[in-house]
Each structure stands twice: as structure tokens, then as C-alpha cells.
């Protein structure tokens, strides 16, 4: 099975990783992480509404509107 490292390994690994990038590169990289989630999940709720809206075009309830 996989060992992943836990306790004091994780300390070991986060102060290394640190060291190497600074606090606030690690910062900026995680904002930028956050920014990117976010805009997937907005994308994912906006396909949502336009599926929705087609559905509802396709069903004739949309249609109604549309002959004038």
C-alpha cells in the first residue's frame, strides 16, 4: 500500500518547501490556485443555466415567445 509521509515528515516537507520558495511566492501561487477554482465552479453554474435554458427550449416553452 502507499505510505504517504504524516506528522513531523510534513513539517520536514512544508519548512523545505518554504525555504525554496518563500512565504510569498507559496501566497501568491495559492491565491492564484483560489482564483482558478473559483472560476471553474462559476463556469460550471453557468453551463448549468444554459443547459437548463436550452431544455427548456427544446420542451416548448421557450418557442411561445419567439413566433411574434
Known amino acids: 500500500m502507499l505510505n504517504l509521509p504524516q506528522g513531523a515528515e510534513l513539517l520536514i516537507i512544508l519548512f523545505i518547501v518554504i525555504l ?3 512565504v510569498g511566492r507559496i501566497s501568491r501561487v495559492a491565491g492564484e490556485f483560489g482564483k482558478a477554482i473559483r472560476a471553474f465552479k462559476e463556469g460550471l453554474q453557468s453551463s448549468t443555466e444554459e443547459a437548463t435554458e436550452q ?3 427544446s420542451t416548448g416553452e421557450g418557442k411561445s415567445g419567439s413566433k411574434a
Do not use: M
Open 20 to 22: 525554496l520558495f518563500g
Open 55 to 57: 431544455k427548456a427550449e
